[in-house]
């Protein structure tokens, strides 16, 4: 699995966010209805930057244990300004970071892998530590839809030097 570390500025998202666990979202596929809520809602959201880039962006807990702990899965868009957020909207702010980025392709269930990877390999082998309890995945012209054998997904996690 290639690895490619980059650079990406702060960004302020506008989108739609649910408390979920890694079970609720393989069984009751939780995010996926987020989502779909919010590709409803997406033209509601004013001063988008790129409209064709998505972001879905999951935060872990402190100590995060993936078998029982709830994370947050926000789902939205990067906006020039937040002043005017539609009812039922949040906000996120990234700060300025360097990521590491994978890219895979299928359905969103693939994600697993990268999270597998990412743990069991890149991070013992890379001279990298994590920067952050959240990850970004970036959805785009490439994919189409969540369930979609022929998507392509861009993840990022926040990194710095060991």
């Known amino acids: ?31 996926l209805k987020l989502s779909a809520e919010y590709m409803e809602r997406k033209a509601e959201v004013m001063n988008g930057i790129n409209e064709r880039e998505v972001f879905g962006l999951c935060t872990d807990p402190e100590e995060y244990n993936p078998e029982t702990d709830p ?5 939205g868009v990067e906006v020039s300004s937040s002043e005017e957020i539609p009812k039922g909207m949040v906000v ?11 890219t895979f392709k299928g359905p969103f269930e693939n994600a697993g892998a990268v999270h597998a990877y990412l743990y069991s390999t890149w991070l013992k082998q890379s001279g990298y530590e994590l920067a952050g309890s959240y990850n970004i995945e970036i959805y785009d012209e490439r994919n189409h839809g969540p369930e979609s054998e022929e998507s392509v997904t861009d993840i990022c996690f926040p990194v710095r030097k060991k």
């Open 71 to 75: 994370f947050e899965f926000f789902i």
């Open 92 to 102: 996120r702010e990234i700060p300025a970071q360097t990521y590491v980025l994978f």
């Open 1 to 31: 699995m290639e690895a490619t570390i980059i650079q990406k500025p702060a960004m302020r998202l506008v989108g739609l966010a649910t408390k979920v666990t890694l079970y609720d979202v393989q069984q009751n596929r939780t995010t």
